[in-house]
Each structure stands twice: as structure tokens, then as C-alpha cells.
T-cell receptor
Framework: QKEVEQNSGPLSVPEGAIASLNCTYS??????FFWYRQYSGKSPELIMFIYSNGDKEDGRFTAQLNKASQYVSLLIRDSQPSDSATYLC????????????FGAGTILRVKS | GAGVSQSPSNKVTEKGKDVELRCDPISGHTALYWYRQSLGQGLEFLIYFQGNSAPDKSGLPSDRFSAERTGGSVSTLTIQRTQQEDSAVYLCASSLGGYSAGANVLTFGAGSRLTVL
């Protein structure tokens, strides 16, 4: 089992809709969870991180964490064409001194 | 520095030559990562440093790849006897490290694009 799993997509949503991106992880000891966005030809950039169960909101973005189910998600409200990118989930793995492990990413396409 | 600096930004080399890629992390960041990303692919983990030591070298593709970090700061990734399949963007990222809140927030450099002819 991969340490961090994401559906590769592409996930296509119409402009203005809610995009829901999902991620599961294998290490029950993980404490830190991150969402990064990567535009084509660019480096990944941090969107937000979450440590506690529940929801964390930042503008149009909401991260949701459920440690019991080992599941973290990212909701993007009022999706815009500029949100079209690859979204990477990252989770800290206690082994190897708290290393950060990335999923393969989900491609999101927002159609106008 | 203000951000993670990588050099060179572009490198074209001939098959069989050695190349060295450099990463200068954000000042004070103890954790440093190297990733490789081929066109249209995800991030491939290469190596992770905590300070000058590398707790996890499991991602290095072969013994042609090596990396070091000195003084807890600058890191170099060396690829010996380059092959065409080594062509990719090599990304470096750094974080504060440790276990405190925000310690694992990674900041990425712009990458070094390697092309092996």
C-alpha cells in the first residue's frame, strides 16, 4: 500500500462549482497534512495545512481531516479556471524522522 | 535567503558526463528534500536531509546518484555518467524541520531542468 494515495483524475468541474479532492494515508501516527498546488511547468506551492480533526477554512479553500478514517480532503468553492492545476496531498511519516511524503497528485480542470 | 535557490536553472549535458546540481535552502531550515519530476509525472522522492544527515536515501535511483549537505545548509546532488532517462526537473525544498506546528511546511525552489542528450 502506498503511503499517500490520491485519484490521479482528471477531475473536471464547471466554473462556479465545488471541487472535492481526496487523499488517504497509511501511517496512523501522521500528525501534519498539507495541500499543495502545482501549475504546469511551475514548482508546487502550499495552499494550506491542517493538524486537527475537522475543517479548516481559508478563503475558497476548506481542508477536512478525519484521522480515524485516515482521510484528508480539499474543497474548492466557486471554482475558477485559474484553479486548474495538479493538487498534491502531503503527509508527514513518523518513520525516517518525520519525513513528508507526497501523493501522486490529482489533476483538476475547471471549465468555463 | 528569502527563498530556496537552485542552480543551474537549466543544464544540457551529453550522455556519460557528470552533473552537479546545487540547492541553497531558506536560512534556518534544517530539513531539505530533493525530488525529481519528469514531464507530466508526479514528484519522485530522491533523498531527505535533516541537518547534515540523510535519514532516508531510499529514493536515489541508482548508485550514480549521490547527495551531500554541509554545514546544515547548501546541498549538492551529483549525477555521474548521466543517461538520457535522467532528463527531468530536479526540485529542492526545505522546511524548518522538527515536530512543532508548521515545521513540515515545505518551500520549493524553482528547479533545475536537466537535459541529457
Amino acid at each position: 500500500q502506498k503511503e499517500v494515495e490520491q485519484n490521479s483524475g482528471p477531475l473536471s468541474v464547471p466554473e462556479g462549482a465545488i471541487a472535492s479532492l481526496n487523499c488517504t494515508y497509511s501511517d496512523r501516527g501522521s500528525q501534519s497534512f498539507f495541500w499543495y498546488r502545482q501549475y504546469s511547468g511551475k514548482s508546487p506551492e502550499l495552499i494550506m495545512f491542517i493538524y486537527s480533526n475537522g475543517d479548516k477554512e481559508d478563503g475558497r479553500f476548506t481542508a477536512q481531516l478525519n484521522k480515524a478514517s485516515q482521510y484528508v480532503s480539499l474543497l474548492i468553492r466557486d471554482s475558477q479556471p485559474s484553479d486548474s492545476a495538479t493538487y498534491l496531498c502531503a503527509v508527514n511519516i513518523q518513520e525516517y524522522g518525520n519525513k513528508l511524503v507526497f501523493g501522486a497528485g490529482t489533476i483538476l480542470r475547471v471549465k468555463s | 535567503g528569502a527563498g530556496v535557490s537552485q542552480s543551474p536553472s537549466n543544464k544540457v549535458t551529453e550522455k556519460g558526463k557528470d552533473v552537479e546540481l546545487r540547492c541553497d535552502p531558506i536560512s534556518g531550515h534544517t530539513a531539505l528534500y530533493w525530488y525529481r519530476q519528469s514531464l507530466g509525472q508526479g514528484l519522485e522522492f530522491l533523498i531527505y536531509f535533516q541537518g547534515n544527515s540523510a535519514p532516508d536515501k531510499s529514493g536515489l535511483p541508482s548508485d550514480r546518484f549521490s547527495a551531500e549537505r554541509t554545514g546544515g545548509s547548501v546541498s549538492t546532488l551529483t549525477i555521474q555518467r548521466t543517461q538520457q532517462e535522467d532528463s527531468a526537473v530536479y526540485l529542492c525544498a526545505s522546511s524548518l524541520g522538527g515536530y512543532s506546528a508548521g515545521a513540515n511546511v515545505l518551500t520549493f525552489g524553482a528547479g533545475s531542468r536537466l537535459t541529457v542528450l
